[in-house]
């Protein structure tokens, strides 16, 4: 199975790679609606463990509470999904894994009419040295909701690896 299917990804998941690798510097992943695919993609890099330190996925308000310490009633609120939460879960991953950068990513990929979710998007967070560098609003291409969560990770790829080649 080819996880990336463009090539804008495949530039972008190596310019990431190769700009950890080069200046030695760990990143984690704190994830919630791409269910683990940002951390799936930094693993196929080659040398991977010496750059990537791992990831959590934290769908449920109470593993947003335990693993990244946001408010239960804050999260809840929102659904989960904030740019406040985002960014939350970006620094917080990078204390957990005492890393230099981290991803993060929460959003919805399928509606949820009872709780009133129609409109899909998610929140794309990227910090480095405890700084927000960029915090995204993305709106999803694709029909199904396997096509839509691998939308939101390859678009978080390809802002981070913008976004680190600006520092």
Do not use: W
Request: hydrophobic share 40%; proline share 3%.
């Amino acid at each position: 199975m080819e996880i990336f299917k463009d090539e804008p990804t495949k530039n972008s998941l190596g310019k990431l790679c190769d700009y950890f690798l080069e200046h030695h510097h760990k990143i984690a992943v704190a994830e919630s609606v791409t269910s683990g695919l940002v951390q799936l993609m930094l693993s196929t890099c080659p040398n991977a463990g010496l750059f990537f330190s791992g990831g959590i996925t934290a769908y449920s308000c109470m593993q947003k509470l335990k693993q990244f310490g946001i408010s239960y009633e804050k999260c809840t609120a929102s659904c989960g999904v904030s740019q406040k939460i985002s960014e939350n879960m970006a620094i917080q991953i990078c204390n957990k894994f005492s890393c230099d950068a981290g991803l993060s990513i929460t959003g919805f990929a399928s509606p949820i009419p009872e709780k009133g979710i129609k409109e899909l998007y998610a929140f794309a967070s990227f910090c480095f040295n405890g700084k927000i560098i960029f915090t995204e609003r993305l709106i999803p291409k694709g029909e199904n909701q396997l096509d839509i969560q691998l939308d939101y990770a390859s678009s978080v790829i390809c802002l981070s690896a913008n976004a680190i080649l600006q520092l």
